[in-house]
């Protein structure tokens, strides 16, 4: 994922304005951008700043440039998952809670397979370092960035320790904005108690090589989990 540099704030202040105008349909689909010398004026921009922020709105599926058109605001079919943590933020507030909703299904999905590809190679030891994870993340709880890059941690423990190279790299890929999506819809006072105790069954069960047992008891644990998280954002009990 292309993060943008932190030595750079004009870069992601010019980045952030016009990912925010396009997200939140100032600039529909299918609308050409304004000129580039209006766009560099209104951004309070230099010309070589605001066509790396364009490059990089159109790494991210954004826009693309077609000649004799100009900078074209491409379909929100066509946009990468980058983009989610700001639609959740400028989208459409009628359908912030339905995609929350989809991400966190579609994360169970992820996260359960994994245990299922993991389980018949796993080897005696192979989970001390997701176990280790787990045990940190619990002990940080309470400071919500620290849980959350130790539970990452733990996600990313799994297929490492049987080498499933595609798994863990596909993860990586999704790490900056899982951790910005989670920093948005989270919070310390949503962590489950039932965290360590789940994990530790989880392992248990991976290690006795029981992928169906695995898969269960990490889906139960995340359905719950995801019914709290959904409950506290619809200002629910």
């Known amino acids: 994922m292309a993060a943008l540099p932190a030595q750079s ?24 951008l304004p000129a580039e010398r209006d766009l560099s004026r209104t951004l309070g921009a230099s010309r070589p700043t605001l066509r790396e922020a364009l490059r990089r709105l159109g790494e991210w599926g954004l826009i693309e440039a077609r ?15 980058d983009v989610l943590p700001t639609y959740l933020r400028v989208g459409p507030p009628t359908e912030i809670l339905p995609v929350v909703s989809d991400l966190l299904a579609v994360r169970r999905l992820i996260l359960v397979d994994i245990l299922r590809l993991v389980a ?25 960035g620290t ?25 990586n ?3 900056r904005v899982y951790l910005d999506l989670a920093r948005t819809i989270q919070g310390p006072a949503l ?25 269960a008891i990490l889906a139960v644990y995340l359905e719950e989990h995801d019914r709290r998280l959904l409950a506290a954002l619809e200002g629910r009990p």
């Open 9 to 32: 704030p004009s870069l992601a202040n010019a980045f952030d304005r016009l990912l925010e105008d396009i997200v939140s349909g100032r600039y529909p689909s299918g609308t050409r």
């Open 67 to 81: 000649r004799g058109s100009g900078v074209i605001v491409r379909d929100i079919r066509e946009w990468s998952f």
């Open 120 to 144: 018949p190679r796993i080897v005696p030891g192979a989970l001390a370092t997701a176990r280790d994870a787990a045990a940190r993340a619990w002990a940080g709880r309470g400071e919500l």
């Open 147 to 171: 849980f959350l890059k130790e539970d990452f941690e733990l996600v990313r423990a799994l297929p490492l320790a049987v080498k499933l190279f595609p798994a863990l790299w596909m993860l």
């Open 173 to 175: 890929g999704l790490a």
């Open 191 to 215: 962590v489950p108690e039932a965290y360590l105790e789940t994990y530790d069954a989880v392992f248990a069960a991976l290690e006795a090589r029981d992928g169906e047992r695995a898969c």
